[in-house]
């Protein structure tokens, strides 16, 4: 089975910065990856994809490089601003289920 | 729509008792979930269904059953609790038509359960 990794499990960034958020991941065959956004008390969002066929996607402030030989992605956040502050989950679609990582909790600092 | 909602909200329940969590979705999906936050776990996928009247194990099913009789609704159940099944609980469903990219889950707002 697919094992999805973050090892970071909190960043604080200063206002106005790159955040830089890592996922990696085992097992080359699937085809779609995502991050989830979670704020405290509240449901998991959606917020960006990535398809294996591509190596970058980006929507707004928010880009998700993918390095298919590193099994390494990432989500940058440019410029990061307070209301960003959450838990950041990236995740990979398996033939239906969605298995997540561990999670990532951004603070963001005015 | 109300998207996906999930009863209840909270829940304090002793060793041994019984509950049933249920989730309702009203936007047609196919797909439902059932996932558990720990701590330092992230989200672990408990159950999930592909459409009315299957279900799947998935990371952590131990403990848990479930079913999906109507499309809109998948219930989890816990037949007999523990202290290990304290946890918050989201319910999620996807479409499974479209192009992959419209593939996301949409996530209830979650049940928080104590287990004494």
């Known amino acids: 089975d697919q094992q999805v990794k973050q090892n970071s499990p909190s960043l604080s960034v200063q206002e106005g910065r790159i955040s830089i958020l890592n996922c990696d991941y085992t097992?080359?065959?699937?085809?779609?990856f995502l991050w989830y956004k979670k704020y405290p008390a509240e449901g998991p969002t959606f917020l960006i994809s990535i398809s294996s066929i591509k190596d970058k996607n980006e929507d707004g402030r928010f880009t998700v490089f993918l390095n298919k030989s590193a099994k390494h992605l990432s989500l940058h956040i440019v410029p990061s601003q307070p209301g960003d502050s959450a838990v950041y989950f990236c995740?990979?679609?398996?033939?239906?289920?969605?298995?997540f990582g561990q999670g990532t909790e951004l603070s963001v600092k005015p | 729509n109300a998207g996906v909602t999930q009863t209840p909200k909270f829940r304090v329940l002793k060793t041994g008792q019984s509950m049933t969590l249920l989730c309702a979705q009203d936007?047609?999906?196919?797909?439902m979930y059932w996932y558990r936050q720990d701590p330092g776990m992230g989200l672990r996928l408990i159950h999930y269904s592909v459409g009315e009247g299957t279900t799947a194990k998935g990371e952590v099913p131990d403990g848990y059953n479930v079913s999906r009789l109507k499309k809109q609704n998948f219930l989890l159940g816990l037949e007999s609790a523990a202290p290990s099944q304290t946890s918050v609980y989201f319910c999620?469903?996807?479409?499974?038509?479209?192009?992959?990219?419209?593939?996301?889950?949409?996530f209830g707002p979650g049940t928080r359960l104590l287990v004494l």
């Open positions: 999620a469903s996807r479409p499974s038509w479209g192009l992959a990219s419209m593939q996301t889950q949409y």
């Open positions: 995740g990979n679609n398996q033939g239906g289920k969605l298995i």
């Open positions: 936007m047609n999906h196919e797909y």
């Open positions: 097992n080359s065959m699937f085809d779609y």
